[in-house]
């Protein structure tokens, strides 16, 4: 009998994933069976193929507990709510704002971008601001930001600071507002996460990003997951 592993190697068309050595090795580490699971509802053809991404919070979150970094934890571009799931079962005593149309994409956004887009307004619609609730909780720390952002920011209390910001909104004009807003609201040690920044897909996230950080002291961080993330930590 060959061995899979035997085929992998030899074979152009086959990849092997291995967990991380803290996931498989070190139990107190371990992702468990109901995140990936919560990661994967109603989003299965994006997320089961990204569990890397799935790692990257998870694993950053228990950093940022372990490591004592003050503030809440943000998300802009929430979609089904997958990845808020994830941050406040993983950080329930942090406040999480979370930002979204929950309607799909603003027209405003999309107008603003440079060049053809593979999807219009019309994507992702297909959510809702009760559906979200209804996966993600009512926690009293939750709180839902419906709206075109950066009008909602006006939600965030006043003095706030924030240990993680998960950028996920596409659209480069969306991207340039969130890195506007939070960069200055990160507490020292925190963590910006962006997705999309080398995905080739949506292409306005990239020049978004490197605009903003073109005078900044942080270098972004290049992640491997399937849309390739960028990770902006603060300087202390």
């Given at each position: 009998?060959?061995?899979?592993?035997?085929v992998?190697?030899?074979?152009?068309?086959?990849?092997?994933?291995?967990?991380?050595?803290?996931?498989?090795?070190?139990?107190?580490?371990?992702?468990?069976?109901?995140?990936?699971?919560?990661?994967?509802?109603?989003?299965?053809?994006?997320?089961?193929?990204?569990?890397?991404?799935?790692?990257?919070?998870?694993?950053?979150?228990?950093?940022l507990?372990?490591?004592?970094?003050?503030?809440?934890?943000?998300?802009?571009?929430?979609?089904?709510?997958?990845?808020?799931?994830?941050?406040?079962?993983?950080?329930?005593?942090?406040?999480?704002?979370?930002?979204?149309?929950?309607?799909?994409?603003?027209?405003?956004?999309?107008?603003?971008?440079?060049?053809?887009?593979?999807v219009?307004?019309?994507?992702?619609?297909?959510?809702?601001?009760?559906?979200?609730?209804?996966?993600?909780?009512?926690?009293?720390?939750?709180?839902?930001c419906?709206?075109?952002?950066?009008?909602?920011?006006?939600?965030?209390?006043?003095?706030?600071?924030?240990?993680?910001?998960?950028?996920?909104?596409?659209?480069?004009?969306?991207?340039?507002?969130?890195?506007?807003?939070?960069?200055?609201?990160?507490?020292?040690?925190?963590?910006?996460?962006?997705?999309?920044?080398?995905?080739?897909?949506?292409k306005?996230?990239?020049?978004?990003?490197?605009?903003?950080?073109?005078?900044?002291?942080?270098?972004?961080?290049?992640?491997?997951?399937?849309?390739?993330?960028?990770?902006?930590?603060?300087?202390?």
């Amino acid at each position: 009998m060959i061995h899979p592993v035997e085929v992998a190697l030899n074979h152009p068309n086959y990849f092997i994933q291995f967990r991380p050595d803290s996931d498989a090795v070190h139990k107190h580490l371990s992702v468990p069976v109901e995140l990936k699971s919560f990661w994967m509802q109603g989003n299965e053809f994006n997320n089961s193929g990204d569990i890397t991404r799935l790692y990257v919070l998870y694993q950053n979150l228990r950093a940022l507990d372990e490591r004592v970094i003050p503030g809440a934890l943000a998300e802009l571009g929430v979609y089904k709510g997958n990845s808020a799931k994830i941050l406040h079962i993983v950080s329930p005593a942090r406040k999480l704002y979370l930002f979204d149309t929950f309607e799909g994409f603003d027209s405003r956004d999309v107008n603003a971008e440079s060049q053809q887009l593979p999807v219009n307004d019309q994507a992702f619609k297909d959510t809702s601001l009760e559906a979200v609730q209804a996966f993600v909780g009512m926690d009293q720390k939750i709180v839902y930001c419906k709206g075109w952002f950066p009008d909602t920011a006006a939600m965030v209390e006043a003095g706030e600071k924030f240990a993680l910001v998960h950028i996920d909104c596409d659209l480069g004009q969306a991207v340039a507002a969130a890195l506007e807003f939070f960069y200055s609201r990160m507490s020292p040690g925190g963590l910006i996460i962006v997705h999309d920044y080398s995905s080739g897909w949506w292409k306005d996230v990239k020049p978004a990003v490197d605009f903003f950080m073109v005078d900044k002291p942080e270098t972004p961080i290049l992640l491997p997951d399937k849309s390739g993330s960028v990770v902006i930590a603060r300087h202390k």
